[in-house]
């Protein structure tokens, strides 16, 4: 009876250690599915959260869009009580809106901005300049509107003939032309000059020989390479209201190559697109150094 019971207390301690073992091999698995469990929890939180900035975002909508449905629905034309947090919250929302799109059209064509002067008698107009989508300088012009409409005071520069073009255009009953031929003027100087700029940076072995303040001349030297010689090019703007040159002429020792056909092609590019890119395009021709 002993030997049975002591058999029977062994197998009972086996089955314990083999239970024992099972439960130690499953142990380092439990961190992994606690792991889990954790970011699963976590991602339904968020999405909870979520869930209710969506509720709250929409009840707060439904309430703005509440009183306009009412009036749409009755037909009534009163305005919004203007005494509710909803109704003046719907309000500035309508007005930024506005005004981002008016914004919005006022970068595109390129306008000016206007501030009354002298206590409603004058305006001040606000001219900004650009080249290839960059912002340049910006230039003011005050008017004064009483008795009659005329130029006050500017910082334009004195090139640009501004009692000329005043005098060309009716002021008296539109000064809208007047301003967009200013404009005009003004982005036109500027294109030059931002072109100049970029000759410089852009060419070093470009010599720019001449120009002066209204950039309506530029005299640049080449050297021609396969001739190894210097060609002396003149571009004339007489059109101050284009950035563009209005007569390109080239002087060269070999009084051959400036009738070539390759450097007539050279001038007629010259006189179509950019100083700087025609250059750029007349380098990767090999044409100049």
């Given at each position: 009876?002993?030997?049975?019971?002591?058999?029977?207390?062994?197998?009972?301690?086996?089955?314990?250690?083999?239970?024992?073992?099972?439960?130690?091999?499953?142990?380092?698995?439990?961190?992994?599915?606690?792991?889990?469990?954790?970011?699963?929890?976590?991602?339904?939180?968020?999405?909870?959260?979520?869930?209710?900035?969506?509720?709250?975002?929409?009840?707060?909508?439904?309430?703005?869009?509440?009183?306009?449905?009412?009036?749409?629905?009755?037909?009534?034309?009163?305005?919004?009580?203007?005494?509710?947090?909803?109704?003046?919250?719907?309000?500035?929302?309508?007005?930024?809106?506005?005004?981002?799109?008016l914004l919005h059209a006022h970068n595109l064509i390129g306008g000016?901005?206007?501030?009354?002067?002298?206590?409603?008698?004058?305006?001040?107009?606000?001219?900004?300049?650009?080249?290839?989508?960059?912002?340049?300088?910006?230039?003011?012009?005050?008017?004064?509107?009483?008795?009659?409409?005329?130029?006050?005071?500017?910082?334009?520069?004195?090139?640009?003939?501004?009692?000329?073009?005043?005098?060309?255009?009716?002021?008296?009953?539109?000064?809208?032309?007047?301003?967009?031929?200013?404009?005009?003027?003004?982005?036109?100087?500027?294109?030059?000059?931002?072109?100049?700029?970029?000759?410089?940076?852009?060419?070093?072995?470009?010599?720019?020989?001449?120009?002066?303040?209204?950039?309506?001349?530029?005299?640049?030297?080449?050297?021609?390479?396969?001739e190894k010689t210097a060609l002396l090019c003149t571009l004339e703007?007489?059109?101050?209201?284009?950035?563009?040159?209005?007569?390109?002429?080239?002087?060269?020792?070999?009084?051959?190559?400036?009738?070539?056909?390759?450097?007539?092609?050279?001038?007629?590019?010259?006189?179509?697109?950019?100083?700087?890119?025609?250059?750029?395009?007349?380098?990767?021709?090999?044409?100049?150094?």
């Open positions: 009876m002993e030997g049975a019971s002591a058999r029977g207390v062994l197998s009972h301690l086996s089955l314990l250690e083999v239970q024992a073992r099972s439960r130690g091999s499953r142990v380092p698995q439990q961190p992994s599915r606690v792991k889990e469990l954790k970011a699963k929890i976590e991602a339904l939180t968020s999405q909870r959260d979520q869930l209710k900035a969506e509720l709250q975002l929409h009840k707060k909508l439904q309430k703005l869009r509440a009183p306009v449905d009412k009036q749409q629905e009755d037909g009534e034309d009163e305005e919004m009580d203007l005494d509710s947090e909803s109704s003046e919250l719907f309000h500035l929302m309508a007005r930024h809106s506005e005004l981002m799109d000016y901005d206007a501030i009354t002067t002298n206590r409603g008698k004058g305006m001040c107009f606000s001219l900004a300049t650009e080249y290839e989508g960059v912002y340049l300088d910006t230039y003011n012009l005050e008017l004064n509107l009483k008795p009659n409409v005329r130029i006050s005071r500017h910082n334009i520069p004195p090139f640009i003939p501004l009692n000329s073009l005043a005098e060309q255009s009716d002021l008296q009953s539109d000064v809208r032309p007047f301003l967009a031929t200013v404009s005009q003027h003004l982005n036109a100087f500027a294109g030059r000059r931002q072109q100049l700029k970029l000759v410089k940076e852009q060419h070093k072995s470009v010599e720019v020989m001449e120009s002066n303040l209204l950039c309506s001349i530029l005299v640049l030297m080449f050297t021609v390479p396969k703007y007489n059109d101050h209201a284009r950035c563009l040159p209005t007569r390109v002429h080239l002087n060269c020792e070999d009084e051959l190559l400036p009738d070539s056909p390759k450097w007539k092609k050279n001038c007629s590019l010259l006189m179509e697109v950019p100083v700087h890119r025609a250059l750029t395009a007349i380098k990767k021709a090999s044409d100049i150094v």
